[in-house]
């Protein structure tokens, strides 16, 4: 079935550094999201994005998080700076109408970031 | 807001057991109701949903109906095998707006042996 690809799978760096997690959505789709889930948690919506756009975002998404699709590439989660509590998996998913409309999100296997 | 109970955090069954994994939820508007799976290092896969009240939703020999009364999508299965094993995550989705994002339980983890 359509796949979803996140790079890098695992990435650890020091606090107060940028991060940059990729996403590869399936290709038709128009809607994406990031999602974040703490070890042994349920997983919490950050972001949602179509047309170049953020839709919304939840209380998760610090002023230290964005996102951005330039020219139909890659769909990025940038964190500038990190902080320990960022340590977490960041689930990218997309759709092709609004989640909610469909509830055929696609996830890709998560982004592990250890912030030490 | 909007929230999403599993009551269970793990369940071990062995093969052929009958399965329950309770789920409620909590919505201001008419939520859509979803089931996923998350086998180990994956991502999670929707399974099915259901619209509307007293609508099931199926796949892969689980089921869940839509009770409004009772606000709950309690996923059911007759006969669970080994290749089951795996995180189930409820979730509810509103249409309409910004409201574009589904909210997801904290999973239960089932766990199925020989």
């Known amino acids: 079935g359509p796949k979803v690809l996140q790079i890098p799978s695992h990435q650890i760096i020091d606090m107060g550094q940028m991060v940059t997690l990729n996403c590869d959505p399936v290709?038709?789709?128009?809607?994406f999201y990031w999602y974040k889930q703490i070890l042994g948690q349920q997983m919490e919506f950050l972001v949602n994005?179509?047309?170049?756009?953020?839709?919304?975002k939840s209380k998760l998404f610090k002023d230290q998080f964005s996102v951005e699709r330039p020219d139909g590439s890659y769909f990025t989660l940038k964190i500038q700076p990190t902080a320990l509590e960022d340590s977490a998996v960041y689930f990218c998913?997309?759709?092709?109408?609004?989640?909610?409309?469909?509830?055929?999100?696609?996830f890709g296997e998560g982004s592990k970031l250890t912030v030490l | 807001g909007d929230s999403v109970t599993q009551t269970e955090g793990q369940v071990a069954l062995s093969e052929e057991d009958f399965l329950t994994i309770h789920c409620n939820y909590s919505?201001?508007?008419?939520?859509?109701l979803f089931w996923y799976v998350q086998y180990p290092g994956e991502g999670p896969q929707f399974l099915f949903r259901?619209?509307?009240?007293?609508e099931k939703g199926s796949s892969r020999g689980f089921e869940a109906t839509y009770n409004k009364e009772t606000t709950s999508f309690h996923l059911q299965k007759a006969s669970v095998q080994e290749s089951d094993s795996a995180v189930y995550y409820c979730?509810?989705?509103?249409?309409?707006?910004?409201?574009?994002?589904?909210?997801f339980g904290k999973g239960t983890k089932l766990s199925v042996k020989s």
């Open positions: 994005f179509y047309n170049g756009k953020v839709m919304e």
């Open positions: 259901a619209s509307r009240d007293k």
């Open positions: 998913a997309s759709s092709l109408r609004t989640g909610a409309d469909t509830g055929q999100l696609y």
């Open positions: 919505a201001s508007g008419y939520p859509a």
């Open positions: 979730a509810l989705g509103v249409s309409g707006g910004s409201n574009a994002k589904l909210t």
């Open positions: 290709s038709n789709h128009l809607y």
